[in-house]
Every structure is written in structure tokens, then in C-alpha cells.
């Protein structure tokens, strides 16, 4: 069972930057997983920003945060990262990290695709 926990959320200014990390296990050596970022806010629409791929370390992001946001993985501990900069007041929201096997998937400018296992998120808020 694979399991998920994001940390690195808080308070910062617009301009700022962040990094979240999301510790992973139950994963299988022998598959391939498409693992991702994600945000939303009670009553908006899911968005998914950002996926690796960890078949082939293909990466995917959102048209909305390509060149702000940089996903990266470390394969040994098992940790994937979201590095945010030129944050803005609307990426306020709360931040998952979601896996599923198999390849990623983008649709609509945004990482698409059914995730099967999540985490419980992490606040971002940007705000002067």
C-alpha cells in the first residue's frame, strides 16, 4: 500500500519561493509510477501542476506554473519535491502529492489521469 505525507507548506510573500517534499512508501522496485503534485481549494477545481514519471524521469507541468515550478524525485529516499518560485497570491492553496501507476498523463494544459493513492496535503499561502 503505497503511502504519501507532504510537509514543507507555510507563509510566504509574493515573490517568494517554497519547497515542498513528499516522503513516499509502499512503492514496488519492479513498477512504474506516475507521481505528481496537485492543489486545490474547498469548492475549486482540482489542478494538477506538476508529475514525474519514474519509469524514465519524464516530467510534466501545468502551463500555469511551467517555469516557476520545478518537480524532482530522490529515488534513494523515496522523496518527491516541489520547488515553487515567483509565488503569487492565487497559488494559495492546498498542496497533495498523488501517485498511480503507470505512465503521466496531461490533458487540458494540466496533469491528468486517475490517481489512486494521495496525501493529506500542505498549505501554501502567498500573501503580503
Known amino acids: 500500500q503505497v503511502q504519501l505525507v507532504e510537509s514543507g507548506g507555510g507563509s510566504v510573500q509574493p515573490g517568494g519561493s517554497l519547497r515542498l517534499s513528499c516522503a513516499g512508501s509502499?512503492?514496488?522496485?519492479?513498477?512504474?509510477?506516475?507521481i505528481g503534485w496537485f492543489r486545490q481549494a474547498p469548492g475549486k477545481k482540482r489542478e494538477g501542476l506538476a508529475a514525474?514519471?519514474?519509469?524514465?524521469?519524464?516530467?510534466y507541468y501545468a502551463d500555469s506554473v511551467k517555469g516557476r515550478f520545478t518537480i524532482s524525485q530522490d529515488k534513494d529516499k523515496n522523496m518527491l519535491y516541489l520547488q515553487m518560485t515567483s509565488l503569487k497570491p492565487q497559488d494559495s492553496d492546498m498542496y497533495y502529492c498523488?501517485?498511480?501507476?503507470?505512465?503521466?498523463?496531461?490533458?487540458?494544459?494540466?496533469?491528468?489521469?486517475?490517481?489512486?493513492?494521495w496525501g493529506q496535503g500542505t498549505q501554501v499561502d502567498v500573501s503580503s
Open positions: 509502499g512503492f514496488s522496485d519492479s513498477k512504474y509510477y506516475c
Open positions: 498523488a501517485a498511480d501507476l503507470g505512465i503521466c498523463v496531461m490533458g487540458m494544459g494540466t496533469v491528468g489521469g486517475m490517481f489512486g493513492w
Open positions: 514525474i514519471y519514474t519509469g524514465t524521469g519524464s516530467t
